[in-house]
């Protein structure tokens, strides 16, 4: 079946680094753009990072931006996001989700989420 | 960037009512907004995609309206696995989540 599987979560330090991963199956993933989305303790959603299907074009949210590296691979079904300098600021369950289409559509297929945590 | 304003933040509610909630973008975002679904502990379900058309596999009682800069999600008989949060999000420019509409029991 469709199906997102997040891991790599943890606890970190302030400043530290964190690469999680998403484990794509059950459909193409080379034809989707793919996100990853937060979302803080008892708060709402707020979109990360997007990358197009083919992982030619990234975009990310200013604050994120020059922190955070969005990747792909595609021969192993899997994308990436590399967090460096992390903050407080940046606990939360982090979601990889799949675009409807190509890049500029909601999303309509989640993983279950991995929590990450920063705190000294 | 373009800001969500959903309404009401709760909502109380009972099996069988009809229940409506809106969400207000600070542009117009023309149709591009989606509705999701959110139980606890679990991930988001889209339900409602370019303003008013139904995700697959997604119950009719769902039905979703507006453009430009208002609009609303619309539960007609609301069942008891209904009851979770409901996020609105526009994709006119990046993309952007309402703050949320809780659905509790009344």
């Known amino acids: 079946q469709v199906q997102l599987v997040e891991s790599g979560g943890g606890v970190v330090q302030p400043g530290r680094s964190l690469r999680l991963s998403c484990a794509a199956s059950?459909?193409?993933?080379?034809?989707?753009?793919m996100h990853w989305v937060r979302q803080a303790p008892g708060k709402g959603l707020e979109w990360v990072a997007v990358i197009s299907y083919d992982g030619s074009n990234q975009e990310y949210r200013d604050s994120v931006k020059g922190r955070f590296t969005i990747s792909r691979d595609n021969s192993n079904n899997t994308l990436f996001v590399q967090m460096n300098s992390l903050r407080t600021e940046d606990t939360a369950v982090y979601y990889c989700?799949?675009?409807?289409?190509?890049?500029?559509?909601?999303?309509?297929?989640w993983g279950q989420g991995t929590l990450v945590t920063v705190s000294s | 960037d373009i800001q969500m304003t959903q309404s009401p933040s709760t909502l109380s509610a009972s099996v069988g009512d009809r229940v409506t909630i809106t969400c207000r973008a600070s542009e117009s975002i023309s149709a591009w907004l989606a509705w999701y679904q959110q139980k606890p502990g679990k991930a988001p379900k889209l339900l409602i995609f370019e303003a008013s058309s139904l995700e697959s596999g997604v119950p009719s009682r769902f039905s979703g309206s507006g453009s430009g800069t208002e609009f609303t999600l619309t539960i007609t008989s609301l069942q008891p696995d209904d009851f979770a949060t409901y996020y609105c999000?526009?994709?006119?420019?990046?993309?952007?989540f309402g703050q949320g509409t809780k659905v509790e029991i009344k």
């Open positions: 989700a799949r675009d409807k289409a190509e890049g500029s559509d909601p999303f309509d297929i």
């Open positions: 059950g459909f193409t993933f080379s034809d989707h753009a």
């Open positions: 999000q526009q994709y006119y420019v990046f993309w952007t």
